[in-house]
């Protein structure tokens, strides 16, 4: 499997799943349309969680087990970034539109 070089910009990707699995967010980039409904699934044997960076955003997800979702709505357009706070290495972001 390659992985794209990380300079490259992520692609964004529609629809409106995301999958965490070996230590990262797919895809990286999701573009979605206000009033959407994001479904992140925890598809490693480790814990993860979504959680919006910098300070107030809305993601805010517990620890999610192997197998375990969250879901957000999104209402507002905006580009929002978010990590897992036990692996910050791991970031992503959601690009919602009108």
Same mark, same amino acid.
């Given at each position: 499997?390659?992985?794209?070089?990380?300079?490259?910009?992520?692609?964004?990707? +529609?629809?409106?799943?995301? !999958?965490?699995?070996? %230590? !990262? @967010?797919? #895809?990286?980039?999701?573009?979605?349309?206000?009033?959407?409904?994001?479904?992140?699934?925890?598809?490693?044997?480790? !814990?993860?969680?979504?959680?919006?960076?910098?300070?107030?955003? &809305?993601?805010?997800? &517990?620890?999610?087990?192997?197998?375990?979702?969250? /879901?957000?709505? @999104?209402?507002? #357009?905006?580009?929002?970034?978010?990590?897992?706070?036990?692996?910050? %290495?791991?970031?992503? +972001?959601?690009?919602?539109? /009108?």
């Amino acid at each position: 499997m390659t992985s794209p070089s990380a300079h490259a910009p992520a692609s964004p990707v +529609s629809g409106n799943a995301v !999958a965490i699995k070996n %230590f !990262a @967010f797919s #895809p990286a980039t999701l573009k979605v349309k206000a009033g959407t409904t994001v479904t992140w699934t925890n598809q490693d044997t480790d !814990a993860h969680t979504v959680t919006s960076t910098g300070s107030g955003g &809305p993601l805010h997800s &517990p620890a999610l087990a192997t197998h375990a979702t969250y /879901r957000y709505t @999104f209402t507002k #357009p905006g580009t929002y970034h978010y990590l897992c706070t036990i692996h910050p %290495f791991m970031t992503a +972001s959601v690009e919602v539109t /009108r």
